[in-house]
C-alpha cells in the first residue's frame, strides 16, 4: 500500500530511526501511510475521505497518555482506529484485504489474539476475486468442519450424516460408501416346500438388510458396490429322504450355478434331518449381478423353513 499523497505532519528520519525494530519492521512490511497527529484522524491529511486501501494506516497519537500511543486503521468507512497491541498482526489479517497487494483473508471473522471467531469460518477469497469461500472453522462440539465438505470429527470419516455425491469430495470415497451402506444380508424362506432337481428357494422373509438389496418377491439379492462377497446358504432337508439319493444346495449367480454342494445318502433314517450347507467367494459387479439359492435332489424330497434351517448371507469383503 505506498502512499499517493503526502502527510501534513511527515515523521523525520530521527523519530522513524528511534522506533522499536518491531514497529519499524512492521511499516516496511505493511507499506503502510503513517500519520502524526494530536486528534483521531477521520479524513486524509487531503480532505479526502478514507478509502479501502486505508485500511492498515498507522496513527501515532501524538497527545495522548502515554506519549506517542499507535492506533491502526482497522475500518476506512467509520473510521476506526484500533489501538496496536499483541493482537495488531492478526487484525491487519483479517482487516485490510489489500495488505502487501494480496487477498489473503477476508474481512470477516475478525481475529483475536491470532484465533477466529468462536464458530466462524476462516474464509479465503474466491478465484474470481469478487467473494469469500469459507475453508475452515471449529464448531460448538469443537469439531472441525470443513467449508462445503462437512464434519471432521476424527480422521476416520469426512460427514456425519451424509455420503459424498462425487469421488472429487472425498479421496475414500468406496470406503464410506462401503461402511455407510452395509453391504450385508440375509435372508430365509419361512416355510419350506418340496423339491425335484433344481428348484429356486423361496427366500422370501429378510433376517437383516441394511443396504436394501434384497428382493423378499423374487428371493433375489442384488448388491450395489462391485466387489468379492462371502456367500453362505444352508437347506436342511427333512427326515425321510430314500436311500442312495443324492441332496444338496446351491448357490446361483444370474439364474446359473457358481457353487454346488451335494451329498448321497445312504441311510433310511425317517427320524434325522440333513442340512446341507455351501460357501462361496462371488463377485458381483454392484448394478446387474443378483444370488439366489437352490435346491438339488435326485428323487423328489421336502425340506423345511424357518430362519436357522434354510437361508442365505452374504457380505461385502473386498471392493473392485
Not at 487477498?103 to 491470532?114: A, D, E, I
Request: hydrophobic share 40%; with cysteine; aromatic share 8%.
Amino acid at each position: 500500500m505506498a502512499s499517493s499523497w503526502v502527510t501534513s505532519n511527515p515523521i523525520d528520519h530521527t523519530l522513524n530511526s528511534a522506533w522499536p525494530e518491531e514497529v519499524r519492521n512492521l511499516k516496511d512490511l505493511l507499506k503502510s501511510r503513517v500519520l502524526l497527529a494530536d486528534a483521531e484522524p477521520i479524513v486524509r491529511p487531503s480532505g479526502a475521505p478514507f478509502e479501502a486501501n486505508d485500511n492498515g494506516s498507522i496513527w501515532i497519537d501524538s497527545n495522548s497518555t502515554p506519549d506517542n500511543l499507535m492506533y491502526v486503521l482497522t475500518d476506512y468507512s467509520v473510521p476506526t482506529w484500533t489501538l496496536m497491541s499483541v493482537s495488531l498482526i492478526a487484525e491487519i489479517i483479517a482487516v485490510a484485504n489489500t495488505w502487501a497487494g494480496i487477498q489473503t483473508f477476508s474481512v470477516s471473522p475478525v481475529f483475536t489474539l491470532g484465533v477466529v471467531a468462536n464458530q466462524s469460518y476462516l474464509q479465503g477469497r474466491n478465484n474470481a476475486g469478487d467473494g469469500n469461500v469459507d475453508m475452515i472453522k471449529v464448531n460448538a462440539a469443537d469439531e472441525i468442519a470443513l467449508g462445503g465438505i462437512g464434519l471432521l470429527a476424527d480422521e476416520s470419516r469426512m460427514a456425519t450424516t451424509a455420503l459424498p455425491t462425487t469421488d472429487t469430495m472425498i479421496a475414500n470415497k468406496i470406503y464410506a460408501d462401503t461402511l455407510a451402506t452395509g453391504q450385508v444380508c440375509r435372508m430365509y424362506d419361512s416355510s419350506g416346500a418340496t423339491a425335484n432337481g433344481s428348484i429356486l428357494v423361496e427366500l422370501d422373509t429378510d433376517s437383516f438388510d441394511p443396504a436394501a438389496i434384497s428382493n423378499t418377491g423374487t428371493f433375489r439379492m442384488t448388491p450395489t458396490i462391485a466387489g468379492y462377497y462371502q456367500v453362505n446358504g444352508i437347506i436342511t432337508w427333512t427326515s425321510g429322504l430314500a436311500d442312495f439319493d443324492q441332496y444338496g444346495t446351491q448357490i446361483y449367480k444370474n439364474g446359473s450355478a457358481v457353487a454346488t454342494v451335494i451329498n448321497t445318502y445312504y441311510n433310511d433314517d425317517t427320524t434325522t434331518d440333513i442340512a446341507m450347507p455351501v460357501s462361496d467367494i462371488v463377485h458381483c459387479n454392484g448394478s446387474t449381478d443378483y444370488l439366489q439359492l437352490y435346491t438339488f435332489s435326485s428323487e423328489e424330497a421336502n425340506y423345511t423353513g424357518g430362519t436357522t434351517k434354510t437361508f442365505m448371507s452374504i457380505a461385502l469383503i473386498s471392493t473392485d
